[in-house]
């Protein structure tokens, strides 16, 4: 009977140990989950946490607005005067945007916001365009957004497409240094004159586009010095499309066609019409010299759908380095303020020099070298979809 009862009380030990323990891990379990409850009510959390005052979301827009214009944070000054508590916002915005277009962009920060523009002038002697933003309700602060201009320039602000003309192979250094060249680059070659093949093939080995440079009969040259490869006015269909499909047979991997001169074939809607017709058989592109004063491309190349794109402008200064450069500068800057540039030039040992020496102008002022093909597929998918 003793040992029984000694079992009894064991037993009882035990189950009373088991139900205390079992206890404390509901009290640990209530208080973690009591203590969850109070910081609820202690600590606001982001879901019930107040909604932004309003001029902080349009702060926040004109943020976010200037980080799209590549403006660092550090070039964003904040301040809130203490005459009326107005917010005023100072940012220097890269260089490479035309003014307009950085004021058109920075007057939708009050898109969502019960503010709206109410101010916008332009300070001349400090350099600085001033937005201010107000609000219907006299309690909510006025903010001015006081604009000038960074030293440095955008990233990416504009493109610019070199078609070099005439290119031809030699044995030379000047040669080397413009199929080494590290950004794109598009020739043209004159199917009919001689190494025009081996040039193509050196070409494709180092990823440069090829343009099939076709002549075409002047207003100007004597029909007794025009090369028989030239598309003359008075040929028949036939023979006009044999001698494309004869230069696309010496250069194979080419891109497009160009014109070289035409000023009188090119306003011939008959010649054009099947010269397009054939380059469009041979998915090429065209590109217009603006040979002549009214060709008739753009109409024959709309029709057909023909991707065509009309040359920005031409370099004919050739004579030194110097000179190339100064030009070629004068086209950055019109690449900067049109977004996309396609310039011809002829090719010669000063201008890869100059192309070289110009290779940090470019970073600096955010200009891209890009193939002929990358601007006229881009103007013609935007035409397409007009």
């Known amino acids: 009977m003793r040992i029984k009862g000694i079992g009894r009380v064991f037993i009882f030990c035990i189950i009373l140990f088991i139900a205390l323990f079992s206890a404390r891990n509901i009290l640990i379990t209530r208080s973690g989950a009591l203590k969850k409850i109070i910081s609820r009510f202690t600590h606001t959390s982001t879901a019930s946490a107040p909604k932004q005052k309003t001029s902080n979301r349009i702060e926040a827009n004109i943020t976010a607005l200037l980080h ?42 009050a898109k ?17 365009h001033t ?29 610019m497409a070199i078609l070099v003309e005439d290119f031809n192979f030699e044995a030379n250094q000047a040669t080397v240094d413009f199929l080494s060249f590290p950004e794109p680059l598009t020739f043209s070659l004159v199917p009919y004159l001689k190494k025009s093949s081996w040039t193509a ?22 029909k007794s010095v025009v ?19 004869n230069a696309i047979r010496i250069i194979p991997n080419f891109s497009g066609f160009t014109n070289l001169d035409g000023s009188l074939a090119l306003e011939d809607s ?12 041979h998915n090429g592109y065209f590109i217009d010299t603006r040979a002549a004063k009214n060709s008739i491309i753009p109409a024959i190349a709309g029709k057909l759908r023909l991707p065509f794109e009309e040359a920005s402008e031409a370099i004919t200064e050739n004579s030194n380095a110097t000179a190339l450069e100064h030009q070629l500068k004068r086209s950055i800057l019109l690449a900067q303020k049109q977004g996309a540039i396609l310039i ?5 040992r000063h201008l890869i020099t100059a192309l070289k020496n110009l290779l940090p102008v470019l970073k600096e002022n955010g200009v891209r ?4 093909s990358d601007i006229v597929n881009q103007q013609y998918l935007n035409v397409r979809a007009q």
């Open 201 to 222: 093939q050196a070409a494709k080995e180092y990823k440069k586009e090829i343009v099939i440079h076709l002549p075409f009969e002047s207003k100007f040259k004597k």
């Open 270 to 281: 008959r010649v054009m019409s099947i010269v397009l017709d054939e380059i469009h058989k």
């Open 344 to 348: 011809t030039v002829k090719a010669s």
């Open 112 to 128: 969502g916001t019960p503010y709206a523009l109410t101010d916008c002038y332009f300070t001349k002697k400090e350099g600085q």
């Open 131 to 159: 937005l201010t933003f107000e609000s219907e309700d006299p309690k909510k602060n006025s903010v001015r957004l006081i604009i000038s201009k960074a030293t440095r320039c955008m990233s990416n602000c504009g493109v």
């Open 227 to 245: 090369a028989s490869e030239t598309i003359m006015v008075h040929y028949s269909e036939e023979r006009i499309r044999g001698l494309i499909k």
């Open 68 to 109: 799209e214009l590549e403006v660092k944070d550090e070039e964003i000054k904040t301040r809130t005067a203490d005459q009326n508590k107005s917010v005023e916002i100072r940012a220097a915005v890269p260089r490479g945007r035309p003014d307009e277009w950085v004021v058109w962009k920075l007057c939708q920060s």
């Open 369 to 372: 070298l890009v193939y002929v």
